[in-house]
C-alpha cells in the first residue's frame, strides 16, 4: 500500500514539474512576444493598460529614411480600435518624445485617441513639438516631465509651393484646424494658442514658442507636471473611477 502512494506521489510530482516547465516556457516565449513587439512597433500591455509611444517623426504618406526613427500611423490607428473593442485593456497610455511631422496623420492620431471611451493618460517626456501638441492634449488627462517641452508653431510645408492666394486658404485652414482641436482638449484659450505661435524672437529661423514643463501647464495645455509614477497612478484612478460609475446589471 505503502509503496503504491509513493509512486502516486512521484507520479504527481512529474506532473507538476512538467506543467511548472510548461508554464515557465509559455512565460518566455509570451516576454519573448512582448521584447518584440516593442521593439517593431514601441507599444506594448500591461496588465490592463496598453502603453503606446509616439517617438521621432509622425509619418505620413510618404515612407522616411531607413535611419529616421518614426511613428507609423498605419500601425497607431489599427491598434487604437483594437483597444476600444478589446474586453481586456482598460486604459491606455501614451509616451511622446516626438518633433512633430505630418500633420494629417497627427490629427488622425489624436482624433481617435480622443475618441476612445476608455481612460487615457499622456505623458510628454523629451518633447511633444508641433503635431505632437494635439496628441499630447487628446487624452484624457496630461503629464510632462519638468525638464520635457512642447514647440508651438505654425504650419510649415515641405517641396513645392504655389504663391497663390488658395495656398494661404489652405495653411489658414490647416491651422484652424490644429488650433481649433487643442483648444477644445485643454484649457488654453484660442487668442493665446495663436499668440504663442505667432511669437517672434523665441525661435532663431522660425515664429514660436517654446514651453518647458511647468510652462505647458501654466498656459493650460497640460494639465500636470509629472512622471511615470504620477502617470500611472491617475490612470488607474480613471480606470477605477469609470468602472464605479458604469451601469451594472444585476
Known amino acids: 500500500m505503502s509503496k503504491n502512494k509513493n509512486c502516486h ?30 521593439e517593431k512597433t514601441g507599444q506594448a500591455t500591461l496588465g490592463n493598460i496598453h502603453l503606446i509611444t509616439i517617438i521621432g517623426e509622425v509619418e505620413g504618406h510618404d515612407n522616411l529614411g531607413n535611419n529616421a ?7 497607431i490607428l489599427p491598434q487604437l ?12 497610455l501614451v509616451l511622446l518624445n516626438t518633433m512633430g511631422g505630418d500633420v494629417e496623420a497627427g490629427l488622425a492620431i489624436a482624433e481617435m485617441i480622443a475618441s476612445l471611451s476608455k481612460p487615457t493618460v499622456s505623458l510628454v517626456l523629451g518633447g511633444s513639438h508641433s503635431i505632437g501638441v494635439p496628441i499630447a492634449v487628446s487624452t484624457d488627462y496630461s503629464y510632462i516631465v519638468p525638464s520635457g517641452t512642447m514647440v508651438i508653431h505654425p504650419v510649415r510645408m515641405n517641396g513645392m509651393v504655389i504663391g497663390a492666394p488658395q495656398t494661404f486658404d489652405y495653411f489658414k485652414q490647416m491651422q484652424d484646424r490644429i488650433t481649433g482641436f487643442v483648444c477644445r482638449h485643454c484649457r488654453v484659450s484660442r487668442s493665446r ?4 505661435m505667432m511669437t517672434t524672437g523665441i525661435l532663431t529661423k522660425d515664429m514660436g514658442t517654446i514651453l518647458v514643463g511647468e510652462d505647458a501647464v501654466r498656459e493650460g495645455i497640460i494639465n500636470e507636471v509629472g512622471g511615470i509614477k504620477e ?10 473611477s469609470s468602472y464605479n ?3 451594472h446589471i444585476e
Open 9 to 38: 506521489r512521484k507520479s504527481a510530482e512529474k506532473e507538476q514539474e512538467k506543467q511548472n516547465n510548461k508554464n515557465k516556457e509559455e512565460k518566455r516565449e509570451q516576454e519573448s512576444h512582448q521584447d518584440e513587439r516593442i
Open 69 to 75: 526613427k518614426t511613428t507609423k500611423y498605419e500601425h
Open 81 to 92: 480600435a483594437a483597444i476600444e473593442d478589446s474586453r481586456e485593456i482598460e486604459g491606455l
Open 193 to 196: 494658442m495663436e499668440e504663442m
Open 231 to 240: 502617470a500611472m497612478h491617475k490612470l488607474y484612478e480613471l480606470i477605477s
Open 245 to 247: 460609475n458604469a451601469p
